[in-house]
C-alpha cells in the first residue's frame, strides 16, 4: 500500500529564513535538529485556516490544547495526565531556563549525565549555577550509566535534567533506570526535569517509558513539545507537566514573570491537528529514518568505513565514533565541510571530552544520505 505522505520530496529552505540551511547552494545541511520533511497537510490546513481570520492578537490557550496532549499521551504511550497538570511554555529550553531560576539558588549544582544536549550547560551557566557533569561510561561502543558516580552528583545537586529519549546518541532508557534515577533523586531531595521532546521519534523494538509512567515522584516536572517529531519548532508550542500543585504555580508563575508562559497565534491550532490527526505521519516518518539508517549501516559495513554507529533506538540524530580517522571531530567537521560541502556537527559542540564523535541528522531526503555516504567514502579515502 501506498504511503499517505511523501518524505521524498524536495523543499528548498534556503530562502526560507532556515537556521539550519542558511548556507550557499552547493552545499547540503545534517546538522540542526529540525527534519527536512513537508509537514503533515492536516497541520498546514490548521495553520491556513488559522490565518484566514485577518487579526492576530493576543491568544489564550484552550482547552483542546491540552487535551490533544492527554489524548496522545494515553493512546501511545499509557500515561494518564491531568489537564490541571498542565502549562503553557513557548520551548522546552525557556521552560528549563526558567525553571531553574525557581527551584535553585546561585551556585547551586544542576546534573546532567554526559555527553547530552549542549544547550542544557548553557541554561545552567547562564544562571550561575554549578554544572554537575556525571560521564556515561563507554564500552564497546556503547554507552550505559555509571550508577556509583550519578550518585555522587546527584549528592551534589538540586536539579537533574533527564534528556529521555537522548540526545545526542538516540538512548531509550528503560523502565529499571528511569526507576532508579527516581529513587536516587528521591533519596537526595532533587527535581527532576524530564525533556522528553524526542520521545515519538521510536522506531525499533525498544519504546520510549516515559518518567510519568514510573514511579511517583512529587518532584517530576516532565516537558512535552511537537516540535521534533512534527517539524514545528518554530511555531514555538510546547508544555510543562507537573502534578504537584504547589510546585507547578511556583512554576506557572515564573513562566509568565519571564514573558515565555503565553502562546503566539499560530500556537495551538497546528499542534492540536498534529496530535489529533497525524498518527499516521509519525508511522511513516519512523520507518522513513528508520530505513535511512539502515542503508547507512550497510554502506559502511560494504564499504569498509570503520564508523561506528552508537547504536540508539530513537531519534533522527546519530552519534557516530571517528576514533578510527580521527580524535579532533572540530577540525573533522571542518576539512569534510570544505571538501565535500556537508556540514555536520563536531563533538566537541557537547564537551572536548568528545572529540572523538560527530552528530548526523538524518532526517532528510535518501538522495542526500546517499550522497553523504559516498562523500564519507571518499574523504575518508585521503
Not at 500556537?267 to 499516521?280: F, Q, T
Not at 572540530?330 to 572529540?355: L, M, W
Request: hydrophobic share 35%; glycine share 4%; net charge negative.
Amino acid at each position: 500500500m501506498a504511503n499517505k505522505y511523501n518524505f521524498d520530496k524536495e523543499i528548498d529552505r534556503r530562502q526560507t529564513h532556515s537556521y539550519k540551511w542558511n548556507i550557499p547552494n552547493n552545499y547540503i545541511s545534517l546538522s540542526i535538529a529540525d527534519t527536512d520533511f513537508m509537514v503533515a497537510d492536516e497541520i498546514q490546513k490548521a495553520i491556513i485556516e488559522r490565518a484566514k481570520n485577518p487579526t492576530y492578537g493576543y491568544t489564550f490557550v484552550p482547552d483542546e490544547y491540552y487535551e490533544a496532549y492527554i489524548n496522545w499521551w494515553k493512546r501511545h504511550h499509557n500515561v494518564t495526565f491531568k489537564k490541571e497538570w498542565f502549562c503553557f511554555s513557548t520551548s522546552i529550553v525557556a521552560s528549563i531556563d526558567s525553571i531553574i531560576k525557581r527551584l535553585s539558588n546561585p551556585n547551586d549544582g544542576v546534573c546532567v549525565l554526559s555527553p547530552n544536549y549542549n544547550v542544557f550547560y548553557d541554561c545552567i551557566k547562564n544562571n550561575n549555577r554549578k554544572i554537575i557533569e556525571v560521564p556515561f561510561d563507554y564500552k564497546d561502543y556503547q554507552y550505559s550509566i555509571n550508577w556509583e558516580l550519578l550518585e555522587k552528583g546527584l549528592i551534589q545537586s538540586k536539579i537533574f535534567i533527564h534528556c529521555n529519549p537522548h540526545n545526542p546518541f538516540g538512548k531509550i532508557y528503560s523502565e529499571e533506570e528511569n526507576n532508579l534515577i527516581i529513587e536516587l533523586c528521591k533519596k537526595y531531595d532533587v527535581y527532576i526535569l524530564s525533556d522528553e521532546i524526542h520521545c515519538d521519534l521510536d522506531y525499533n523494538e525498544n519504546r520510549y517509558v516515559p518518567m510519568a509512567r514510573c514511579n511517583h515522584y512529587d518532584k517530576l516536572i516532565t516537558l512535552l513539545s511537537p516540535g521534533k517529531v512534527f517539524n514545528l519548532a518554530g511555531l514555538h508550542s510546547s508544555v510543562v507537566v507537573i502534578e504537584d500543585k504547589d510546585i507547578r504555580e511556583l512554576i506557572e508563575k515564573g513562566l509568565g514573570e519571564d514573558d515565555v508562559g503565553e502562546p503566539s497565534y499560530f500556537s495551538i491550532e497546528p499542534v492540536v491537528a498534529a496530535y489529533n490527526e497525524c498518527e499516521e505521519y509519525v508511522k511513516e516518518e519512523n520507518e522513513y529514518i528508520k530505513e535511512n539508517k539502515a542503508f547507512l549501516k550497510e554502506f559502511f559495513d560494504k564499504n569498509g568505513l570503520n564508523l561506528k554507529i552508537i547504536d540508539g533506538s530513537c531519534t533522527y540524530l546519530l552519534w557516530i565514533d571517528i576514533s578510527n580517522y580521527s580524535r579532533d571531530s572540530e577540525d573533522f567537521a571542518k576539512r569534510f565541510k570544505e571538501e565535500e560541502n556537508i556540514i555536520v556537527i563536531d563533538g566537541k559542540h557537547y564537551h572536548e571530552f568528545y572529540s572523538s564523535f560527530i552528530r548526523i541528522n538524518i532526517a532528510t531526503q535518501k538522495k542526500n544520505i546517499i550522497h553523504l555516504c559516498e562523500s564519507l567514502k571518499k574523504f575518508l579515502s585521503k
